[in-house]
């Protein structure tokens, strides 16, 4: 039932992301950064943790968890050092992932060739 659950969730921000690409202007880099707020705006209500539990890997590995894990930083940072950590903290929870993103790219770049 965990992977029909989180092929589930993750197709439906799937299929909201292709809905709002066929019927606006919009670009994928920006639904990229709408999904990143909308998903710490549901960590800021407490939703998020919920589909995570429900959802499993189908909310984790997609964009919005970046907006989730940015929240996290945030409230962690800012229990520890106040208003400066708010910024500290930022990207404490993800930078693994950000990391592992530069990495991993570097490698295909050097392996891959683009097309002309």
Same mark, same amino acid.
């Given at each position: 039932? @965990? #992977?029909? *659950?989180?092929?589930? +969730?993750?197709?439906?921000?799937? #299929? %909201?992301?292709?809905?709002? +690409?066929? *019927?606006? @202007?919009?670009?994928?880099?920006? %639904?990229?950064?709408?999904?990143?707020? /909308?998903?710490?705006? /549901?960590?800021? /209500?407490? %939703?998020? =943790?919920?589909? %995570? =539990?429900?959802g499993?890997?189908?909310?984790?590995?997609?964009?919005? *968890?970046?907006?989730?894990?940015?929240? /996290?930083?945030?409230? =962690?940072? &800012? @229990? =520890?050092?106040?208003? +400066?950590?708010?910024?500290?903290?930022? +990207?404490?929870?993800?930078?693994?992932?950000i990391?592992?993103?530069?990495?991993?790219? !570097?490698? &295909?770049?050097?392996? !891959?060739?683009? @097309?002309?």
């Open positions: 039932m @965990k #992977f029909f *659950n989180a092929f589930l +969730l993750s197709g439906i921000f799937c #299929f %909201i992301a292709q809905i709002i +690409l066929d *019927n606006t @202007k919009l670009t994928p880099g920006h %639904i990229t950064s709408l999904f990143t707020v /909308l998903g710490s705006g /549901l960590a800021f /209500l407490g %939703i998020y =943790e919920k589909l %995570i =539990e429900w499993g890997a189908g909310a984790t590995v997609i964009i919005s *968890n970046f907006g989730n894990m940015l929240y /996290l930083g945030v409230v =962690e940072g &800012f @229990k =520890e050092m106040g208003i +400066l950590g708010v910024f500290g903290g930022l +990207l404490v929870k993800s930078s693994a992932a990391s592992a993103a530069v990495i991993f790219s !570097f490698f &295909f770049a050097l392996f !891959f060739k683009p @097309k002309s």
